[in-house]
């Protein structure tokens, strides 16, 4: 019986101020998936998969499975589970709402889209934890791959593994991501390499539910791996210590009822990646300087929205105001904006279609 379902997975925002790799929150925009598994006669020949693809980052996607990342990921998952091809005549179709390098996990989404595609178009049933572990060995940062799988307000670590684990999930991820041959057939040679189990852990905080995220997005483009080359190696025991307090007191103070903007603006400041990020985005410390609780009633705290150039502001009202002054400052340093009130969702769903 032919066999249609579709994956439905939210964008992000990571590290909500203080929180570096640490936290992320999932948000209403959406990557979602429409797929359709033929059932063949046996003797029909083999065909590849077919993406068909609309939205964000349409112009840009590889729409050959062997270089989609969102594919790809699907076949890393059903290779290291002994499945070594696409079923054929498989069909997907992605629509995007997340925008590209703009700091609102665009990339965690198409990843824990490719986990969830594996998962199901190899029948594996794997739990949460292992669908983690497999995006874990392609995006190293937790935050957003595990707000986006499990959704809400998601605090997360990795586990410290032992040296053989370690090695496994050290591998270069051109090898964890091979971009396969599409005539290659199903006898590629190289093995995939499995994940160690248990690489993330994570704990879903609370969230008052009045709390809405402006996203003040830039039109400009601005990739995670060039925001991370510019962080430090080592920082001061006072920059970690200003953060970890901070932190400590945001994870709790998001999920009171009513939220105390006195509390959650100074809790959302950061003295670990913002600062170095100020390069690369003109107008961010204007912003989250000028635009505060007493200028702005019904905003709780302001921040870089993971790795940038998207602003984040937490709000209870006053939404139109805060991203018009956003804008006003933004414009002054060249640099447009488009903005969105997003609401904070739930996880990633799969749902089968009769
Ligand atoms: N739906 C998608 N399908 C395929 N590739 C994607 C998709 N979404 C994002 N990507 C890839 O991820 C890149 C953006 O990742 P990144 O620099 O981490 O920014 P962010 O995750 O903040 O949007 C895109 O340029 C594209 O290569
Ligand atoms: N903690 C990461 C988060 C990157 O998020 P993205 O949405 O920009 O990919 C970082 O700050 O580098």
């Not at 497999?134 to 605090?155: C, I, K, Q, S, Y």
């Not at 920059?239 to 603006?265: C, E, K, M, S």
């Amino acid at each position: 019986m032919t066999r249609r379902f579709s994956i439905r997975v939210p964008a992000t925002s990571a590290n909500i101020g203080p929180g570096f790799d640490v936290v992320g929150l999932s948000l209403s925009l959406y990557l979602t998936l429409t797929v359709t598994v033929p059932a063949l006669p046996d003797d029909t020949p083999y065909q590849p998969p077919s993406i068909t693809y609309s939205g964000e980052g349409a112009s840009e996607v590889p729409l050959d499975a062997y270089k989609n990342l969102t594919t790809r990921v699907a076949l890393y998952v059903l290779r290291c589970n002994h499945i070594p091809y696409f079923p054929s005549h498989l069909t997907i179709h992605a629509h995007n709402e997340i925008p590209f390098g703009r700091g609102l996990g665009s990339s965690g989404a198409a990843v824990i889209a490719g986990v969830l595609l594996g998962n199901e178009l190899g029948a594996l049933r794997l739990p949460v934890e292992r669908l983690l572990d497999f995006a874990l060995m392609v995006e190293r940062h937790p935050d957003n791959v595990t707000a986006a799988l499990v959704g809400g307000f998601v605090g997360s670590y990795l586990k410290e593994l032992d040296e053989e684990a370690s090695e496994a999930a050290s591998v270069p991820l051109s090898e964890v991501l091979p971009e396969y041959p599409p005539d290659a057939g199903a006898d590629w040679g190289l093995k995939p390499p499995v994940p160690p189990h248990g690489i993330g852990h994570y704990v879903r905080f609370g969230w008052a539910g009045c709390i809405k995220a402006v996203a003040i997005i830039p039109r400009f483009e601005l990739s995670t791996a060039t925001a991370r080359e510019v962080l430090p190696t080592s920082y001061s025991r006072k920059d970690l210590v200003f953060n970890l307090q901070r932190l400590a007191v945001l994870t709790t103070a998001l999920a009171q009822t009513p939220p105390d903007p006195g509390l959650i603006y100074e809790a959302m400041k950061d003295r670990v990646h913002q600062p170095y990020r100020k390069g690369l985005i003109p107008g961010l410390p204007e912003v989250t300087s000028c635009i505060t609780p007493a200028t702005h009633p019904g905003l709780l705290g302001i921040c870089l929205s993971g790795a940038g150039p998207t602003i984040l502001a937490l709000a209870t009202s006053g939404f139109e105001a805060i991203a018009e002054d956003a804008r006003k400052i933004f414009r002054g340093k060249g640099v447009e904006i488009d903005w969105k009130v997003l609401e904070i969702v739930g996880g990633s769903v799969v749902e089968q279609k009769s």
